[in-house]
């Protein structure tokens, strides 16, 4: 029901910034909660940070808060991550995730990968030392 695209990824020395955008197709966009996942080389995918379907509540793990800024601009159909002060140990292949709830709000489940039934497919983040 819906597809999503991830850009912005790339090459980027410590201490720099990226966006990266999650682009959406479909025609309910707002009644998704959206998150944020990464993956490094022989990692499980982890949790980034995840936003409700309004864009009123977010939540980010402990090892990005204070540096990643998720947001969503639903007009456009699309979901940010605002990346700074960027980390070698950021490096990883980002991903964005969708599912639809009837609720505007974060729950526990909303950070768990499991929940999720719609992903990109990701885009290369490599921050370099």
């Known amino acids: 029901q819906v597809q999503l695209v991830e850009s912005g990824g790339g090459l980027v020395q410590a201490g720099g910034s990226l966006r990266l955008s999650c682009a959406a197709s479909g025609r309910t966009f707002s009644s998704y909660a959206m998150g944020w996942f990464r993956q490094g080389p022989g990692k499980e995918r982890e949790f980034v940070a995840a936003?409700?379907?309004?864009?009123?509540?977010?939540y980010h793990t402990d090892s990005v808060k204070g540096r990643f800024t998720i947001s969503r601009d639903n007009a456009k159909n699309t979901v940010y991550l605002q990346m700074n002060s960027l980390k070698p140990e950021d490096t990883a292949v980002y991903y964005c995730?969708?599912?639809?709830?009837?609720?505007?709000?974060?729950?526990?489940?909303?950070?768990?990968?499991?929940?999720?039934?719609?992903w990109g497919q990701g885009t290369q983040v490599t921050v370099s030392s």
């Open positions: 936003i409700s379907r309004s864009g009123g509540v977010t």
């Open positions: 995730a969708a599912r639809a709830t009837v609720v505007d709000q974060i729950v526990p489940a909303t950070t768990r990968a499991a929940f999720y039934n719609y």
